[in-house]
């Protein structure tokens, strides 16, 4: 998968506000979540079976967000 960036008017205090955020907000409908804990999170595609690591992180500003795949 592809990195994802986004942007928010709001800033956002850490990484783990970036993880919340993405899952509630971005991951496609296509994924499932199987793990979470702070800015980690392992995520399944429901029709592949695929999984990811998922890690947040800032991208330049407290605005600006990352979030970064690696297969598992």
Known sequence: MND??????EEHSDNTK????YLD??????FEVKFRDCAYSEIENKFTG????????????????LITFKEL
């Open 4 to 9: 994802y960036t986004w942007e928010t008017e």
């Open 18 to 21: 970036t993880m919340e955020d």
């Open 25 to 30: 907000n971005h991951l496609p409908e296509a």
């Open 50 to 65: 695929e999984r990811f690591e998922v890690h947040a992180s800032g991208n330049g500003s407290f605005t600006q967000h």
